[in-house]
């Protein structure tokens, strides 16, 4: 079973995104997908268009949302700030058996964070410890520009701390027009400087579009990287 953590160098990068790509991706191979957002903050769990219901949706929406998009707080901070606001402490053991059970019989399990890897959840654990608990091999999403050599060079050592496997960093284009001058040489910086594979993801006009998502994470080599063993 393919199992992957989608996690960024910070929010706004383009998770979601490439993780609606990869499940749309997936399932054009013809594998049963199931992609969860176990803790999504600043939205309410009937929210249209939060996180949990794309991927939902993205997966062919195979699971109901409670399993797969479980726990929904309504302060837009890190889930452990957002859940001591509203008095409550977020149960591992219960997201535990969400993705447990969310991924019985499935070939492939996406799972994306909240913001980035060391965003704290509850007393102790962060999003790279709940990714090693659950097994998933890491998706590095980060935004092409200046400056994401050093966020993606930090998030890489994080995850190797955390003995996380980093499959892969995708270097997001969020604008049609590259946003500077260090586009053109940050993949291979990063693949050179840490020794992991890099893919770029195209800007997408319509970022909804999942056919087209699809395509686009076939094209950039995302969805072969990710099958092969
Ligand atoms: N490759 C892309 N092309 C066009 N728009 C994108 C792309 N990636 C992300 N976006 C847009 O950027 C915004 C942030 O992306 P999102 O996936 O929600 O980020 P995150 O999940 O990291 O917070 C969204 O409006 C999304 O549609
Ligand atoms: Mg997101």
Redesign the pocket.
């Known amino acids: 079973m393919i199992r992957i953590g989608i996690t960024?160098t910070?929010?706004?990068?383009?998770?979601?995104?490439?993780a609606q790509a990869l499940a749309a991706g997936f399932r054009r191979r013809e594998l049963c997908v199931v992609a969860m957002k176990p803790i999504e903050t600043g939205v309410s769990f009937d929210s249209p268009e939060r996180?949990g219901a794309l991927l939902a949706r993205a997966a062919g929406a195979s699971r109901p949302l409670s399993l797969v998009a479980p726990i929904t707080l309504a302060q837009p901070l890190a889930p452990l700030v957002a859940a001591r606001e509203s008095g409550m402490t977020i149960d591992i053991a219960a997201l535990d058996a969400s993705v447990r059970q969310a991924s019985e019989g499935a070939d492939a399990l996406i799972v994306?964070g909240a913001g980035g890897l060391l965003v704290p959840v509850a007393d102790g654990v962060s999003f790279d410890g709940l990714f090693a608990r659950w097994s998933l091999d890491l998706v590095i999403?980060a935004s092409n520009r200046l400056g994401v050599v050093n966020h993606t060079r930090l998030t890489i050592a994080a995850a190797r701390t955390a003995g996380l496997r980093i499959r892969c960093v995708v270097l997001?284009?969020?604008t049609p027009q590259p946003l500077d001058t260090s586009v053109a040489g940050n993949a291979g910086l990063i693949a050179e400087l840490e020794n992991v594979a890099v893919i770029e993801?195209?800007?997408?006009a319509s970022?909804?579009d999942l056919t087209h998502a699809a395509t686009q994470a076939d094209e950039c080599g995302l969805i072969s990287l990710l099958l092969s063993p």
């Open positions: 960024g910070d929010t706004g990068v383009g998770k979601t995104v490439v996180d994306e999403v997001n284009n969020l993801l195209p800007w997408l970022p909804r």
